[in-house]
Nanobody, 124 residues
Framework: QVQLVESGGGLVQAGGSLRISCAAS????????MGWFRRTPGKEREFVAS????????YYVDSVKGRFAISRDNAKNTVYLQMDSLKPEDTAVYFC?????????????????WGQGTQVTVSS
């Protein structure tokens, strides 16, 4: 089982940018599809983005397309989420997740390993 730790969350003004990271340990992420989810109070955890093992394919929820970019550095065992043009509705706890599925999984049940989350707050 791979262990995941998110970092880089914080408070940012609307229109600003933030990059959050997910450091993996225990196993190489080369054999995992990686993803980001987020959860706001009172809502279910929502898929945000995922990236294939090689980094060649990515997939995003419509609400973040063109603003967020997921990337990975397999040598550093780290996954990133670059968030630009942030909006107050992007405020959430962001979770990193790892999946053994091939392709681009988007469902929470497809991911078997999870981090503890990092808070991102966007002020208006």
């Amino acid at each position: 089982q791979v262990q995941l730790v998110e970092s880089g969350g914080g408070l940012v003004q609307a229109g600003g940018s933030l990059r959050i990271s997910c450091a993996a340990s225990g196993r190489s992420i080369r054999t995992y599809t990686m993803g980001w989810f987020r959860r706001t109070p009172g809502k279910e955890r929502e898929f945000v983005a995922s990236i294939a093992r090689s980094g060649g394919s990515t997939y995003y929820v419509d609400s973040v397309k063109g603003r967020f970019a997921i990337s990975r550095d397999n040598a550093k065992n780290t996954v990133y989420l670059q968030m630009d043009s942030l909006k107050p509705e992007d405020t959430a706890v962001y979770f990193c997740a790892a999946s053994r599925y091939f392709g681009i999984p988007t469902m929470e049940s497809d991911f078997g390993s999870w981090g503890q989350g990092t808070q991102v707050t966007v002020s208006s």
